[in-house]
């Protein structure tokens, strides 16, 4: 009996220890610290380090072989950082020298802070044996890839030392860098790193690999020897200078700007970010990937512009991402020309506070003003936002948000039912402790002039994630005639579901990491055709990861569509359409693989065959990638639908092809370029940008486009040259 509760108590003693949160503690100095990779300072000596990773990959249950070591230390201003991470040899992998590397395909170390302890939100930093930086926020816990966000940026600094079996990075962060409350004691903490060579990625916390590794429900305690002050953010000015040069082949015009525009950034308190811009020019962001579209619907692409980055949750995710976003930033600064061509529209000024007030209260405010375009009819507007968010629990949410666009003054050519439109709306997100459960449950109404019936947009989803399940019950009502003028909505007047159920395999001793069969039926009624089924696509999938980090998928889709309309899915100009009032059953199969991403030579394919509505449709995906480390890395993407229909509808072969080239200097000079042909938008078009880092987040820009019609003849279409000059001044 003795031995039994002996046993007892010790299995009970494991348990409390293996529940124990891990934290260490942050020291405070107040000698100078200097970044260079050494850690020779002898604070250093006395600071306790962080230690004990576990790997996450290739297995989640058992203690890293390759171990890191991070120490910290602070002072009034800063946060130090050494880590000292182990490797077999110092044969690493650095694809390249430009910032904001992704962590798969090379080593690297990354530090997650929350530091609101909300579980929801993080700054991220990290760097790899060569000391090139990245910085990203993270939003929705970490419970989905689409959370990060590398457009934002901050002034830091790192450098790094390589040893034969490790190698050294220090950094200095500046606490302005980051948001928190006055007098904190704790920040809530998690590191991953990757070691190519020994093919395994490791964490400090222990996390299981049904979850992503930058989930924020799995995370220790660093405490900070005494607490923190206010932070003395500086007030920032980024004022650029632009000027453009260029002809426009179809008008026989030539094309020249000059503009002169700018930012600011500061804090308000140590938690709100107040950020204005005036007269702001995108010209230097990279340019968008052109798609294959053979949907009847818009394709939506996502943000890249810096203004609208940061904080970007509270103003993004609203809804469904995919069929019901009230708000989606990239409607603001773009309108349709009189022949409904996309258009950059003039932003005359804009203003967002963003933040926490409190440690359950986040505020977003966001304003933004447009210049009209009378040739193209387009009218000067409005464009805000206001939102709240409320913590709930311990990692979910309830957000409360209020759109409005506004026409700034009447128009000739402005018609009644566009002079304005409002959003309201509620939106509950739901993320249990340890993520096992997520979910979002939201109802958004709609004002526009002359509406008032079947504005209503609701849904909602509830996830359930363990190691050997996952399923989801989710679908959304979108009312025929609710509207969303700064929002993505694909479609109106239908009611959706799409749950899933999927089952994981974890084999052991097999070259399979793990793998997974799903069923995901997604079925539509359309209020146009009285709610009869209007779509369905079931969705039957196998995934493998092999343990060499290489990747197998097959899928087999089953589709049926009702066209209410005629519809061409070739777009062909002229072509006999197929006929409207009309079903189409059709499958499909897909397979794809996708290499080592750690070698020089890697690639993905992913060929598909199957009917397609009263034809046939061949596809075919591939993209190749090599790289010269850690200087030059270059990839190709190539798509080609062959599409079949009986006579007397057409046929098409639709080829888009895209070749980057991506050259890195060194840390602060970079050029790239993008080449796009698309035969389905008869464009060929050439991108080639050079980056000249020469200040801290301070850059020359060189631009070039050059655009061809490409409908069988290759002519000019418009060609322009710019060169933008951009200073981040610390006042």
């Known amino acids: ?70 120490k910290m230390m602070f002072d009034d201003d800063n946060l130090y950082i050494g880590a000292k991470v182990y490797s077999p040899t110092n044969k690493f992998i650095i694809p390249s020298l430009r910032r904001d590397f992704r962590a798969s395909g090379n080593d690297n170390i990354t530090f997650m802070f929350d530091t609101f302890r909300d579980g929801t939100n993080a700054f991220i930093f990290g760097s790899n044996p060569y000391g090139v930086q990245r910085e990203f926020l993270l939003s929705g816990g970490g419970s989905d890839i689409r959370g990060f966000n590398s457009a934002w940026d901050t002034k830091w600094v790192v450098e790094s030392k390589i040893h034969e079996d490790h190698y050294v990075l220090e950094f200095i962060i500046p606490l302005s860098a980051f948001k928190y409350r006055e007098g904190e004691t704790k920040w809530r903490f998690n590191s991953y790193h990757f070691d190519t060579e020994d093919n395994e990625r490791n964490t400090w916390v222990n996390i299981p690999q049904n979850q992503f590794i930058f989930n924020l429900a799995y995370m220790g305690e660093m405490i900070f020897e005494k607490p923190l002050g206010k932070s003395k953010s500086p007030i920032s000015l980024i004022p650029y200078l632009n000027g453009l040069v260029g002809k426009d082949f179809e008008e026989d015009e030539t094309i020249s700007d000059f503009g002169v525009g700018g930012d600011a950034k500061m804090t308000i308190g140590n938690s709100l970010n107040l950020d204005v811009t005036f007269n702001p020019d995108f010209s230097q962001v990279e340019v968008d990937q052109q798609v294959t579209n053979l949907t009847r619907f818009e394709i939506g692409l996502p943000e890249r512009r810096q203004f609208f980055i940061e904080n970007s949750d509270l103003f993004s995710d609203f809804g469904d991402r995919r069929d019901a976003n009230p708000f989606f930033s990239r409607r603001i600064g773009i309108a349709k020309d009189l022949d409904d061509n996309s258009i950059q529209n ?41 939102m709240l968010q409320y913590k709930m629990f311990s990692r979910s949410n309830l957000n409360v948000f ?37 979910g979002k449950y939201y109802i958004h109404k709609s004002f526009s002039p002359d509406s008032d019936e079947d504005e209503i947009s609701t849904g909602a989803s509830t996830e359930y994630n363990s190691r050997s399940f996952r399923a989801r019950l989710s679908g959304l009502y979108i009312g025929d005639n609710f509207r969303s003028d700064l929002g993505f ?70 589709r049926f569509t009702y066209l209410f309309d005629p519809f061409d899915p070739t ?93 890195t200097f060194s840390k602060n000079i970079f050029w790239s370029t993008f080449v796009q042909y698309s035969t389905q938008q008869e464009n060929f078009s050439i991108n080639t940008r050079l980056q000249w880092r020469f200040a801290p987040l301070s850059d020359l820009f060189i631009v070039y486009n050059d655009n061809y019609f490409a409908d069988g003849v290759f002519a000019p279409r418009f060609r322009t040259l710019n060169a933008k000059l951009t200073y981040w001044l610390n006042l």
């Open 1 to 70: 009996m003795k031995k039994v509760l002996f046993a007892f108590l010790g299995l009970l003693l494991c348990s409390t220890s293996f529940s124990q949160t891990k934290k260490f503690t942050v020291k405070y100095v107040k000698q100078y610290i200097l970044a260079d990779g050494v850690l020779d300072e002898p604070a250093w000596e006395t600071a306790i380090p962080a230690t004990d990773f576990f790997e996450y990959f290739p297995t989640d249950t058992i203690q890293a072989r390759q171990q890191a070591e991070i």
């Open 346 to 386: 003039d932003i005359i000024a804009g203003a967002r506070l963003s933040g926490k007030l409190n440690n359950n209260l986040r505020i977003g405010v966001l304003n933004m003003q447009t210049a009209e375009d009378k040739s193209n009819e387009i009218a000067s507007t409005n464009n805000a936002l206001v």
């Open 402 to 438: 209020f759109i409005n666009k506004q026409a700034t003054k009447d128009y000739d050519f402005l018609a009644d039912e566009d002079r304005y439109n409002r959003v309201i709306g509620v939106d509950y997100n739901l993320a249990s402790k340890d993520n096992t459960w997520n």
């Open 489 to 558: 909505i694909r479609r109106s007047g239908i009611f959706k579901i799409n749950p899933q159920l999927e089952k994981l395999f974890w084999p052991v001793g097999s070259a399979f990491n793990r793998h997974s069969l799903s069923v995901t039926p997604i079925f539509v009624w359309a209020e146009e055709g009285n709610y009869i089924n209007s779509d369905y696509t079931i969705i039957t999938r196998w995934q493998s990861e092999f343990r060499n980090q290489a990747s197998f998928s097959a899928r087999m889709f089953n």
């Open 571 to 663: 777009g062909t100009d002229g072509a006999v359409e197929l006929p409207g009032d009309q079903g189409y059953y059709y499958t499909s199969y897909e397979m794809e693989y996708q290499s080592d991403m750690r070698k020089e030579i890697s690639f993905n394919i992913n060929p598909g065959y199957g009917s397609f509505y009263n034809g046939d449709k061949l596809s075919i995906e591939t993209r190749l990638n090599w790289r010269l480390q850690p200087y030059f890395a270059t990839s190709i993407q190539v798509n080609f639908d062959k599409i079949n229909l009986p006579d007397p509808y057409p046929d098409a072969s639709l080829w888009l092809i895209g070749p980057r080239f991506d050259v």
